[in-house]
């Protein structure tokens, strides 16, 4: 599979870039970046060159990885899904409900294979410890927490998230509210009620009612102390309590290895045969960010 990496950031080298590098399965073609000499940096480390024109890469390639903020992956994703190249995003999806339902849309309308990169997903540990919970079922509530310090650090230097403009103007919300969406749905079932309130920082707590009937919570930031940072996810039903497990997830190259996997086994899948985390699930996380969004005022 021949494929074209946007971006250039810290995600795009951590995880695009040598995830799509090392596997098998994958010749990686170009890059392109708002800055050539990041993108000509990118192609020297993991592959490829460095291209300066958006159009002529996605020319040359059968699938596209995109690597930046969500206000311009989207638009970036539906044209390449028209042009009929297969798409494998990051999350959030899009900026904006519009954008996201575009991108959704698209991808529909040109019949092309979509895979958005919520690392726990993909994570093996994590995923399978994610289908356990689903298969037990008849859950009473749940809680996915996820306390991030890459504002909350004594110097922005220590992370390299932290001069993101997207994760400054979005924070925790839009950018690990993502990833608790992405374990409760498919657990609890897609929500139906968004309740949301501000605490400290960027915080947002979120309080959701899902289909299957169950609750759940969320507390989301990027401003926590280093000392408090971490990943809280639990399950409590007629079963008892089900824990996500400290240091479960591996690497993420590892998780973007079965990314590349399952984006390749969409592409040869039957017609409808989507993946459960495909465009149109990417664009049902962007609506429940957006609604909570709303709900803060």
């Known amino acids: ?54 159009e002529a890469l996605i020319a040359d390639v059968d699938a596209v990885a995109i690597a930046l903020p969500p206000a311009l992956q989207a638009p970036l994703a539906a044209k390449a899904a028209t042009a ?19 991108v959704a849309d698209a991808v529909d309308a040109a019949g092309v294979a979509s895979v958005v990169f919520f690392t726990l997903r993909f994570d093996a540990g994590s995923a399978a410890w994610i289908d356990r919970q689903a298969a037990t079922g008849d859950w009473y509530t ?12 004594p110097s922005p230097a220590a992370s390299p998230y932290a001069a993101s403009p997207w994760r400054q103007e979005k924070g925790g919300l839009w950018d690990v509210g993502p990833h608790a969406l992405s ?22 707590h979120l309080t959701l009612r899902h289909d299957s009937g169950a609750s759940s919570t969320a507390v989301l930031t990027l401003t926590a102390p280093p000392a408090g940072a971490g990943v809280a996810i639990e399950f409590r039903g007629t079963h008892g309590v089900a824990a ?35 465009a149109r699930f990417g664009a049902r996380v962007t609506e429940i960010l957006a609604a909570a969004e709303a709900a803060l005022g």
């Open 1 to 54: 599979m021949r494929v074209g990496l946007f971006g250039t950031g810290p995600w795009a080298r951590r995880a695009h870039g040598p995830g799509l590098a090392g596997h098998a399965g994958v010749e990686l073609v170009g890059v392109w970046g708002r800055r050539p000499g990041a993108a000509a940096e990118v192609a020297a480390e993991f592959g490829g060159r460095a291209y300066p024109d958006q």
């Open 84 to 102: 009929g190249r297969h798409l494998l995003l990051d999350k959030p999806l899009a900026a904006t409900v519009e954008d996201a339902h575009a």
């Open 142 to 153: 749940g809680r996915a927490d996820w306390y991030g310090a890459v504002f909350g650090r």
């Open 183 to 204: 374990v409760l749905l498919p657990v609890l079932g897609d929500v139906t009620e968004v309740h949301a309130s501000r605490g400290a920082g960027d915080t947002t």
């Open 244 to 278: 996500y497990p400290e240091n479960l997830s591996g690497p993420a190259t590892d998780s973007f290895h079965r990314a590349v996997d399952a984006l390749i086994a969409a592409i040869a899948a039957p017609p409808g045969a989507a993946h459960p985390c495909d």
